[in-house]
């Protein structure tokens, strides 16, 4: 089985969240996506609601995908959110093998993560073009020293869809295009702070959960 792996604070989640996940979904032919909302993540602490609140947006958004779930796997660990272990979960749960799916933005945060490297042994990496960043943001991190400025040059271009490069372990990296979707869980927020609409930057089903439980005001 083939296993998309999708996380976030999903703060709330969007079509931007979405989107991408399907095609990459059609695109490397995966069995299924999980979507994992993270509890405590390190990195992000502030203006994040209650977990409870962002899986059951998680659930609303994926219901009409059958190749979508959600998983609560980090809702309901006691603790901080990290990647490492709920990888090694999700891996003793399912078995198969793992694509982890990172924006370009979350890629460039990798090496602070905790047991950073230990990332690529559990699963394929799966790095989306995330809008206002760029493939050639990549060209100074530690894990990419093989990758030539003229590829990632062609991927910004569109002259690339895809790059993959199968690394000593036998697991993959992929760098992958998608739509671009400049939206953000940030600037849905400010919209709601200020009063503006949020139709058709995430689900109807989502809109009508923020407003019925009066998040984000």
């Not at 996940?21 to 992000?44: C, D, G, M, Q, T």
């Not at 409870?52 to 979508?68: G, P, Q, T, Y």
């Not at 603790?79 to 460039?108: A, P, Q, W």
């Not at 569109?158 to 199968?166: A, D, L």
Request: with cysteine; net charge positive; aromatic share 10%.
């Amino acid at each position: 089985m083939k296993i998309g792996i999708m996380g976030g604070t999903f703060n709330p989640i969007h079509y931007g969240h979405l989107r991408p996940a399907e095609e990459i979904r059609e695109r490397l032919k995966l069995n299924k996506v999980l979507f994992i909302p993270s509890a405590r993540p390190p990195h992000k602490d502030s203006e994040i609601i209650e977990p409870h609140h962002r899986l059951e947006m998680a659930r609303l958004a994926i219901r009409s995908n059958s190749f979508f779930d959600v998983s609560p796997i980090e809702v309901e660990r006691i603790g901080k959110s990290y990647s490492v272990r709920t990888l090694e979960e999700i891996l003793k749960k399912y078995g198969g093998e793992l694509f982890f799916l990172l924006g370009i933005d979350t890629f460039l945060e990798v090496p602070t993560w905790r047991e950073a490297d230990k990332l690529f042994s559990l699963a394929n990496l799966v790095i989306l073009l995330r809008p206002p960043y760029s493939f050639q943001s990549l060209s100074k991190s530690p894990y990419l020293r093989f990758l030539t400025n003229s590829i990632l040059i062609e991927l910004d271009q569109g002259i690339r869809q895809s790059y993959r490069k199968v690394s000593e372990n036998g697991r993959s990296i992929c760098f992958e295009r998608v739509i671009s979707l400049d939206i953000s869980s940030t600037f849905i927020r400010k919209n709601i702070k200020a009063g503006r609409s949020i139709k058709y930057l995430l689900p109807d089903p989502i809109e009508s959960y923020i407003i019925t439980q009066r998040l984000y005001k």
